[in-house]
């Protein structure tokens, strides 16, 4: 089994698609799909299925990367923003 960690820079809580501030109510959270992935000598590959941007709502598109290193592998994502612009990031999972 592995878990997986939240990536540097993402707040510690996922906010549901359209949903705001509601004072001390605690925000739903989203499961991501992962609609492909590859894994093929020790190295990771995929993509996650289209998304809502938790604050916009706008669709998302996200691939990610990442190296097997016994129980850990770690990577890099990088989303696409409707504006075509891209952001990118790390992530790591640790088979427990």
Avoid: K
């Amino acid at each position: 089994m592995w878990s997986w960690c939240r990536p540097r820079g993402v707040a510690a809580r996922a906010v549901a698609s359209g949903e705001r501030d509601r004072g001390n109510q605690a925000p739903a959270s989203t499961v991501l799909t992962i609609r492909f992935v590859r894994v093929e000598h020790g190295h990771v590959s995929g993509t996650l299925d289209p998304y809502a941007d938790p604050q916009t709502g706008a669709r998302l598109l996200t691939r990610f990367t990442g190296e097997v290193n016994g129980n850990m592998i770690t990577g890099t994502y990088t989303t696409q923003l409707p504006s075509g612009a891209e952001q990118t990031g790390r992530w790591s999972v640790q088979r427990r």
